[in-house]
């Protein structure tokens, strides 16, 4: 059973900034895009941002963009949401997940067409 493991959440201040990491122990990856999620408590869980497999596809939401950069090393299986500016309103448990039935990033992510979600991480904006 794949899963994907997130790492590198933390507490910061506002305006401060953190890097995630998911990879999957195991994983290849081959040809899937790799979706970040985060669910504050109390909402549904939403996308944030996604990357194709290797064709520069990328999607993000709008209330992150422009603060808030995915990428991936397809060798080290390795996707990164590098987060700056962070708010006080970022603070949630974020997500990644693969992308079954695609590999490239075309329009809103559909969560239903993801899987292999991990435990999440936790991030916290203090103000």
């Known amino acids: 059973q794949v899963q994907f493991v997130e790492s590198g959440g933390g507490l910061v201040q506002a305006g401060g900034s953190l890097r995630l990491a998911c990879s999957a122990p195991?994983?290849?990856?081959?040809?899937?895009?790799i979706g970040w999620f985060r669910q504050a408590p109390g909402k549904d869980r939403e996308a944030v941002s996604c990357?194709?497999?290797?064709?520069?596809?990328?999607y993000y939401a709008d209330s992150v963009r422009g603060r808030f950069t995915i990428s991936r090393d397809n060798v080290k299986s390795t996707v990164y949401l590098q987060m700056n500016s962070l708010k006080p309103e970022d603070t949630a448990v974020y997500y990644c997940?693969?992308?079954?039935?695609?590999?490239?990033?075309?329009?809103?992510?559909?969560?239903?067409?993801?899987?292999?979600w991990g435990q999440g991480t936790q991030v916290t904006v203090s103000s």
């Open positions: 997940a693969a992308n079954l039935m695609r590999s490239t990033v075309v329009g809103s992510p559909l969560l239903y067409e993801y899987a292999y």
């Open positions: 195991g994983f290849t990856g081959d040809y899937y895009a």
């Open positions: 990357i194709g497999y290797s064709d520069g596809t990328t």
